[in-house]
């Protein structure tokens, strides 16, 4: 293979894995959880701002951008850091919002505090650089590689480091689903006031899952911005999260596989697949069609496999009465429904 | 049950399937297209630009310049024997769609040796992975980062944005006008002029009015409207999109009786913003107050005539749109300069190429000037060294790569090109500049 | 900042409000008879301003147009029911999957709608409207008449569900579809009958926009969406006269805010609103009318 080759093989393979991340921390706080997060799409960008400002250096008065805390740690100080920021930010809204919010209404809050974050990062130029955003972001341990980021031994290290950091982060959302706290999340994701009466702390529980969903979502961002070495508020607008939310529901909720399967298929596969469509009349027409299809793969994938490609696995204490035909079987993406829990309280 | 399990199994096989069949097709693609020899074969140009998204309109206007050079390059027998080739690459609007895409045909288009683009929402990351694979570019962002921080493959010949906010000032102050309002949209492509607008009111002593950051796609603008008005603004200056623009001077006209002069970056016959506004409040209100402040660019001549004839050839929509549009034009120079490089450089691998756009562009003893491919083949061919001088005038690259030619004032010519009012020359841009 | 500019502020905020309440009601009604998150009611928007442009190109007056769009919404959003979200809720899928379901088919539409008018803008043909002004509130003949037929289809819509039989059977199918059926409720027919009012909402809404925002491509509806959405659960989902409240509010504050601080954070004050409300008061301004948990199949 030549060099551009391994460099646009490598690209994917740092897209998928920044995917799958992004992914396995969803499908902990939604396919396990069934927490709702449409703002998802804000961790990972605060997590891609962190890490970029911690590695790009003061920002000084005569340079073209602008941003705050601005200072140039060494790795992986500022990887650690986006996971930090992810985690914090969600606690906040887990402090505010989940507590009091039933899981429909939290999701519509999280959405406009996506809308919000985008046109404050937009309009607040000197805050985190406005629409242009920054640029130029150092890329991590680069000068163990002769400074040359375009290399092939920088890209491939770069994989499969993104790649392992992927697996960890999938693997430590094993470990919390196969245990008996996974046991406890689901029975919160099932009906919360059952749970709770049998003496879970709800919200504890969701503070945890969130932090760590966060957290998983801010490395993502992280370790994306570092090599793109590019930021801006366009990037990380809210459709984004619906991006995977579309993959983990087709890649198969609250299994790992389910989440890199998704996280592989619909970002990467579709939206990438489909610039290998030939051109068809004029750009604007090829364009056109690219998003037509973006838009129906993922209701040819539903249409077959309307619980996913890769399904919860069932769970069954032995002796327990068989689940009923898949069509009625509540156990899947049951808890997560929009309306209703115990929550609506005021 | 047996038979609904052995469904299930067929269409968890069949789904399966079809997604590795999708996964095959990508890295089928990849390998394909790294198979495939390169003798003679054709020289791609990747036109790096926004197909969707929130500026899906600078896709087309780019494309049809590098579509136009290429008919003609390639109706003069291409470059050494090369057919030349545009390739629309869509960066989605967003940095972090664009980066796959743009390295796609990094990786996957044989012989890709330039590109025009990208544009201010995704040049920070594209930039820098075209200048790494040594790809020539000309790009299309007036970002200021780009004459602080040298790119050796980057080129631009479109003005950096804080000239376009001084050519605004220093025009509307010619007119007469003592109170400017900048009105924007905040958004990557719109909000580059700004500090050049402040700084240039500053220096000619001009009052800036009003400052408004307006959110695109709202319902109204009425009570923007009203603060512009009470604000006494005779002019208002700075890069709306489209419809914002069309929606802003609707309520504008609708609540104060009357309109105010206009001045932006988008070419006045540009087809998506002349549409809106002329929908929005009739041609000959657009006519009468918009006024297009753009690179300077000839309207006759020799580049001018048969860039003029080759776009009406064209096989794409309406093509005699893109006549006078300046952001049509500067990608159709763009190929020029990349094209007359290969040939005086005997090459067409990029790093040896590339020295001599400057070379092509720039002015120097004894070079030949030529206005079109066609001259500028003849002229190498018969020994001389060239400069080209294209559609654009005053082009001249300085140690950044980057030209700040003069800017034209132009309004519409209904129906669908420009005609001049005036001009804002680079030695004034640079009295004001230096001013600050 | 003046008062007479805010007094100006709220009479735009009152047209605003107009629109966003007809998308708000009809998005609502219809989510909370079907618990379907259905962000292709912006598609049925969209298409319903290109069929009014359609009509309107060959010379039919505006009104007319948007008549005729109310009607194609109406259709639509009832094909869009019947041969695609039922087709899959009947397969299984659940009410989060459906989201995604609609987002797709938006999607769809929207490109399919880029394919056919390609990036453009267009405008429709309107006779110049008169200018009336009172005090410091100036409004154009046009605004007055959405303000008016949006203040009438609202009305006319609480008459139907209060007064009429069919009225009653939405509601009471909306509360509970099981015990709805068990009471001789063709919750079918019942639904198609929702998801038709709230097509034809859309694509009163849609054409409003279309004609308020006076130049429009086929992004426009679906960057009204959130806003939307926004009022719709600002005044209790489920709710028609709370989505109602919840667009006023919604307008209001959007005009005001530009007035007073940035206009650039237009959107963002509705949204603050929206968010401080709901952690304030978790069920909305009105707690709703329907509890229930899954797809009505």
């Given at each position: 293979m030549s060099n551009p080759i391994i460099y646009y093989v490598t690209l994917l393979a740092v897209y998928g894995a920044v995917y799958a991340m992004a992914c396995a921390g969803l499908s902990l706080e939604f396919g396990v959880t069934g927490v709702i997060n449409f703002g998802y799409i804000i961790f990972q960008a605060a997590g891609a701002y962190t890490a970029a400002v911690l590695t790009l250096g003061p920002s000084s008065s005569s340079d073209f951008q602008h941003y705050i805390g601005g200072a140039r740690w060494p790795f992986p100080l500022p990887l650690i850091a986006a996971a930090v920021v992810g985690a914090a930010l969600s606690a906040g809204v887990a402090v505010l919002g989940i507590r009091r919010l039933r899981s429909d209404y939290l999701a519509i809050v999280l959405l406009v505090a996506s809308l919000i974050a985008?046109?404050?990062?937009?309009?607040?130029?000197?805050?985190?650089?406005?629409?242009?955003?920054?640029?130029?972001?150092?890329?991590?341990?680069?000068?163990?590689?002769?400074?040359?980021?375009?290399?092939?031994?920088?890209?491939?290290?770069?994989?499969?480091?993104?790649?392992?950091?992927?697996?960890?982060?999938?693997?430590?959302?094993?470990?919390?689903?196969?245990?008996?706290?996974?046991?406890?999340?689901?029975?919160?994701?099932?009906?919360?006031?059952?749970?709770?009466?049998?003496?879970?702390?709800?919200?504890?529980?969701?503070?945890?899952?969130?932090?760590?969903?966060?957290?998983?979502?801010?490395?993502?961002?992280?370790?994306?911005?570092?090599?793109?070495?590019?930021?801006?508020?366009?990037?990380?607008?809210?459709?984004?999260?619906?991006?995977?939310?579309?993959?983990?529901?087709?890649?198969?909720?609250?299994?790992?596989?389910?989440?890199?399967?998704?996280?592989?298929?619909?970002?990467?596969?579709?939206?990438?697949?489909?610039?290998?469509?030939?051109?068809?009349?004029?750009?604007?027409?090829?364009?056109?069609?690219?998003?037509?299809?973006?838009?129906?793969?993922?209701?040819?994938?539903?249409?077959?496999?309307?619980?996913?490609?890769?399904?919860?696995?069932?769970?069954?204490?032995?002796?327990a009465p068989r689940a009923g035909t898949p069509v009625v079987d509540r156990s899947l993406v049951n808890g997560a429904e929009l309306t209703a829990s115990s929550r609506g309280r005021s | 049950m047996v038979r609904r399990t052995s469904v299930r199994t067929f269409r968890s096989a069949l789904s399966i399937s079809f997604a590795a069949a999708l996964l095959c097709g990508v890295v089928g693609g990849v390998a394909g297209a790294a198979a495939r020899s390169s003798a003679k074969s054709a020289l791609s140009?990747?036109?790096?630009?926004?197909?969707?998204?929130?500026?899906?309109?600078?896709?087309?206007?780019?494309n049809a310049g590098c579509l136009t050079a290429e008919a003609i390059i390639n109706s003069h027998g291409g470059v050494m024997g090369h057919h030349m080739r545009c390739v629309p690459v869509d960066t989605r609007s967003d940095v972090v769609d664009s980066v796959p895409a743009v390295q796609k045909v990094i990786s996957t288009t044989k012989n890709l040796v330039g590109a025009v683009g990208p544009s201010s929402t995704t040049a920070s990351a594209d930039v820098p992975l075209l200048n790494a694979a040594?790809?020539?570019?000309?790009?299309?962002?007036?970002?200021?980062?780009?004459?602080?921080?040298?790119?050796?493959?980057?080129?631009?010949?479109?003005?950096?944005?804080?000239?376009?906010?001084?050519?605004?000032?220093?025009?509307?102050?010619?007119?007469?006008?003592?109170?400017?309002?900048?009105?924007?949209?905040?958004?990557?492509?719109?909000?580059?002029?700004?500090?050049?607008?402040?700084?240039?009111?500053?220096?000619?002593?001009?009052?800036?009015?009003?400052?408004?950051?307006?959110?695109?796609?709202?319902?109204?603008?009425?009570?923007?409207?009203?603060?512009?008005?009470?604000?006494?603004?005779?002019?208002?200056?700075?890069t709306m999109d489209p419809q914002t623009a069309a929606t802003y001077l609707t309520d504008l006209k609708n609540l104060t009786g009357s309109l105010l002069p206009y001045y932006s970056e988008h070419s006045a016959a540009e087809p998506v913003f002349k549409g809106a506004l002329e929908g929005a409040i009739g041609t000959t209100a657009f006519v009468k107050y918009y006024r297009s402040i753009h690179p300077a660019s000839v309207v006759g001549g020799a580049a001018f005539s048969l860039y003029k004839k080759t776009v009406l050839g064209l096989n794409i929509p309406d093509p005699k749109q893109?006549?006078?549009?300046?952001?049509?034009?500067?990608?159709?120079?763009?190929?020029n300069y990349m094209a007359l490089a290969m040939l005086e450089a005997h090459s067409i691998t990029p790093t040896k190429y590339a020295p001599f756009i400057v070379s092509v562009a720039n002015p120097g003893n004894g070079k030949k000037v030529v206005h079109t491919f066609p001259q500028g083949a003849a002229a190498i061919a018969a020994g001389h060294k060239i400069r080209y001088v294209g559609i654009y005038q005053g082009v001249?690259?300085?140690?950044?790569?980057?030209?700040?030619?003069?800017?034209?004032?132009?309004?519409?010519?209904?129906?669908?090109?420009?005609?001049?009012?005036?001009?804002?020359?680079?030695?004034?841009?640079?009295?004001?500049?230096?001013?600050? | 900042m003046n008062g007479s500019a805010i007094v100006a502020a709220l009479g735009f905020g009152i047209v605003t409000a107009s629109i966003l309440s007809l998308g708000a009601v009809g998005f609502?009604?219809?989510?909370?008879?079907?618990?379907?998150?259905?962000?292709?009611?912006?598609?049925?928007?969209?298409?319903?301003?290109?069929?009014?442009?359609?009509?309107?190109?060959?010379?039919?007056?505006?009104?007319?147009?948007?008549?005729?769009?109310?009607?194609?919404?109406?259709?639509?959003?009832?094909?869009?029911?019947?041969?695609?979200?039922?087709?899959?809720?009947?397969?299984?899928?659940?009410?989060?999957?459906?989201?995604?379901?609609?987002?797709?088919?938006?999607?769809?539409?929207?490109?399919?709608?880029?394919?056919?008018?390609?990036?453009?803008?267009?405008?429709?043909?309107?006779?110049?409207?008169?200018?009336y002004v009172v005090g410091a509130i100036r409004l154009n003949g046009t605004q007055l008449i959405v303000i008016a037929i949006a203040v009438v289809l609202l009305l006319l819509l609480e008459a139907f569900l209060r007064m009429t039989l069919w009225g009653k059977a939405v509601r009471g199918a909306a509360a509970n579809a099981p015990l709805a059926r068990t009471s001789g409720i063709n919750v079918a027919r019942v639904m198609d009958v929702t998801w038709f009012i709230s097509g034809v909402f859309?694509?009163?809404?849609?054409?409003?926009?279309?004609?308020?925002?006076?130049?429009?491509?086929?992004?426009?509806?679906?960057?009204?969406?959130?806003?939307?959405?926004?009022?719709?659960?600002?005044?209790?989902?489920?709710?028609?006269?709370?989505?109602?409240?919840?667009?006023?509010?919604?307008?209001?504050?959007?005009?005001?805010?530009?007035?007073?601080?940035?206009?650039?954070?237009?959107?963002?004050?509705?949204?603050v609103l929206l968010a401080i409300v709901l952690v304030a008061k978790p069920a909305g301004l009105f707690p709703e009318a329907v509890q229930r948990k899954e797809v009505v199949l």
């Open positions: 985008t046109t404050v990062a937009t309009n607040a130029t000197r805050l985190v650089g406005g629409a242009a955003g920054l640029a130029l972001v150092p890329h991590p341990l680069v000068s163990l590689f002769n400074n040359n980021a375009q290399g092939v031994g920088y890209n491939v290290a770069f994989a499969v480091g993104a790649a392992v950091l992927a697996a960890l982060c999938l693997l430590i959302v094993h470990r919390i689903t196969e245990s008996p706290y996974g046991r406890r999340l689901r029975a919160l994701r099932e009906n919360e006031l059952a749970a709770e009466a049998q003496g879970i702390s709800t919200f504890r529980m969701h503070l945890v899952v969130v932090m760590v969903g966060g957290a998983m979502a801010g490395l993502s961002g992280g370790i994306l911005v570092q090599y793109i070495s590019a930021w801006a508020p366009s990037g990380w607008f809210y459709p984004e999260t619906f991006v995977f939310f579309t993959a983990l529901i087709v890649g198969g909720m609250a299994n790992n596989w389910g989440a890199l399967l998704g996280a592989i298929l619909v970002p990467l596969g579709i939206g990438e697949g489909v610039r290998y469509l030939p051109t068809i009349g004029s750009a604007t027409l090829t364009t056109a069609l690219q998003w037509i299809v973006i838009g129906l793969l993922p209701l040819v994938i539903f249409w077959f496999r309307p619980q996913g490609i890769i399904p919860e696995r069932r769970r069954r204490f032995a002796g | 140009i990747a036109s790096v630009q926004t197909f969707s998204g929130a500026t899906s309109s600078f896709g087309p206007e780019q040594h790809i020539p570019m000309f790009a299309d962002t007036g970002q200021t980062e780009f004459t602080k921080k040298f790119f050796k493959y980057f080129y631009r010949i479109i003005a950096a944005d804080d000239s376009v906010g001084l050519a605004y000032v220093i025009w509307a102050k010619e007119q007469g006008f003592k109170r400017i309002g900048l009105v924007y949209v905040n958004n990557s492509s719109n909000q580059g002029a700004v500090p050049g607008v402040k700084a240039a009111a500053k220096a000619l002593h001009v009052t800036l009015a009003v400052d408004q950051a307006v959110a695109p796609d709202q319902t109204s603008y009425n009570s923007e409207v009203l603060a512009l008005q009470s604000s006494r603004a005779q002019v208002i200056v700075g893109w006549i006078n549009d300046p952001y049509a034009q500067g990608p159709y120079d763009a190929v001249v690259l300085n140690r950044f790569h980057d030209s700040t030619g003069g800017f034209a004032v132009t309004k519409l010519a209904p129906p669908a090109t420009t005609s001049p009012i005036g001009a804002v020359s680079s030695a004034k841009v640079a009295s004001v500049s230096s001013k600050h | 609502t009604l219809q989510y909370g008879m079907s618990n379907v998150f259905n962000l292709a009611f912006a598609g049925v928007m969209a298409g319903a301003e290109y069929v009014a442009l359609a009509i309107n190109r060959s010379g039919v007056n505006i009104w007319i147009c948007m008549a005729l769009a109310a009607l194609f919404g109406g259709f639509a959003s009832l094909v869009l029911n019947k041969f695609v979200y039922m087709p899959f809720i009947r397969r299984g899928v659940k009410a989060f999957g459906m989201v995604i379901i609609t987002l797709s088919v938006w999607t769809v539409i929207q490109y399919v709608i880029l394919a056919i008018v390609g990036s453009t803008a267009s405008s429709f043909r309107v006779s110049g409207s008169h200018l859309a694509g009163v809404a849609g054409v409003a926009l279309a004609m308020n925002v006076v130049s429009f491509t086929y992004t426009t509806a679906g960057g009204f969406l959130v806003v939307l959405v926004a009022a719709a659960i600002l005044g209790g989902v489920g709710r028609p006269s709370g989505a109602m409240f919840g667009a006023l509010i919604v307008g209001l504050a959007t005009e005001v805010s530009a007035a007073i601080f940035n206009p650039a954070y237009k959107d963002v004050t509705a949204f």
